[in-house]
């Protein structure tokens, strides 16, 4: 584990010939090679500059540990901190004490929104949960279609009204829909833009006031990187979200934006994308994305 990260450390120390303890050159060394590591993982600037303000107070104030050597201790602070920011555990979807459950997915288009919402409602139907997804973009009809043909691969039920419904309207009566159904679980897939914008904010915070969600989930592009943070604080500041989907963690990306939009909003990351199948969810582990952070 944090192979990468550990090398780098042994060769900032190894600079520092005869220094077998933290000392506050190594200690500066050894920061610039984990801030190094956080901006190749696409960690925001910002959350950057605070997690290694925190790290560098921490390892200042390190009691030496004897027989530790002063890097796996320098990195055992690290990964707390990692951890601290991440959250140590795997936060579950909320249940609602009564059925439905209702979840409301936010984010921009092209995250992986859609599929987010399909791969959620396979996983909650894997552990037992009846689930209804409902389809208020009608801005893009081929949104509703995508959605429906998701419905029939995984064998989960679409409410929709067409692409000439109010969307606020749609999110209510599916609701209704799956309370007269019996349905532990309601996933309402909204509609994204480009970028964001206030109509499309007015509408999420309408559909919020009139459904009255017990999960909003932010769902990022884990590529997107140092942009998550901005979306992420608009989309928390404007609607305020529960916790967060990080899609497309089997690209290139070391997944900074986990940091990021957990740090920005204080909620967790609750399921990373793993593929374009809508098999391809996974639970969100902290010390698995800390491994990774880290290298
Ligand atoms: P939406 O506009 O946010 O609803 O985005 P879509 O759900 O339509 O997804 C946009 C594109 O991203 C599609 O081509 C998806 O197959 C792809 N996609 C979604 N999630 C993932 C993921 O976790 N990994 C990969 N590689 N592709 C994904």
């Known amino acids: 584990m944090f192979d990468a990260l550990s090398d780098r450390l042994d060769s900032a120390w190894k600079k520092l010939r005869g220094q077998d303890k933290?000392?506050?050159?190594?200690?500066?060394?050894?920061?610039?090679?984990?801030?190094?590591?956080?901006?190749?993982?696409?960690?925001n600037l910002q959350v950057v500059k605070d997690f290694i303000t925190e790290v560098e107070a921490k390892a200042q104030g390190a009691e030496v540990i004897s027989g530790v050597r002063p890097d796996q201790q320098f990195i055992k602070i690290v990964y707390d901190e990692l951890l601290g920011v991440m959250g140590e555990e795997n936060v579950p979807l909320a249940e609602a004490t009564t059925a439905p459950t209702i979840v409301?997915?936010?984010?921009?288009?092209?995250?992986?929104?859609?599929?987010?919402?399909?791969?959620?409602?396979?996983?909650?139907?894997?552990?037992?949960?009846?689930?209804?997804?409902?389809?208020?973009?009608?801005?893009?009809?081929?949104?509703?279609d995508q959605l429906k043909t998701l419905g029939k691969q995984i064998e989960v039920p679409v409410f929709d009204m067409g692409s000439d419904a109010n969307p606020v309207e749609i999110a209510r009566q599916g609701v209704e829909r799956?309370?007269?159904?019996?349905?532990?679980?309601?996933?309402?897939?909204?509609?994204?833009?480009?970028?964001?914008?206030?109509?499309?904010?007015?509408?999420?915070?309408?559909i919020k006031e009139t459904v009255q969600p017990h999960e909003i989930l932010l769902v990022v592009d884990a590529m997107t990187g140092q942009e998550a943070?901005?979306?992420?604080?608009?989309?928390h500041e404007q609607i305020g979200i529960t916790g967060a989907i990080l899609t497309k963690m089997d690209g290139d990306s070391r997944g900074g934006a986990a940091l990021s939009v957990r740090r920005i909003s204080g909620q967790p990351i609750k399921f990373i994308g793993v593929g374009e199948k809508v098999e391809a969810l996974q639970p969100f582990y902290p010390d698995r994305m800390a491994s990774r952070i880290l290298g």
């Open 178 to 206: 799956a309370k007269a159904e019996g349905i532990d679980t309601v996933i309402i897939d909204t509609a994204g833009r480009l970028q964001i914008d206030q109509d499309m904010m007015g509408e999420l915070a309408r």
């Open 22 to 43: 933290i000392s506050q050159s190594n200690i500066q060394e050894a920061l610039r090679e984990v801030r190094r590591a956080l901006l190749e993982a696409d960690v």
């Open 104 to 144: 409301l997915m936010a984010g921009l288009q092209g995250t992986g929104k859609t599929t987010a919402t399909a791969k959620l409602a396979l996983h909650l139907r894997k552990i037992n949960r009846s689930c209804m997804m409902v389809a208020t973009d009608v801005y893009r009809p081929a949104a509703i």
């Open 229 to 235: 943070a901005s979306l992420t604080r608009t989309f």
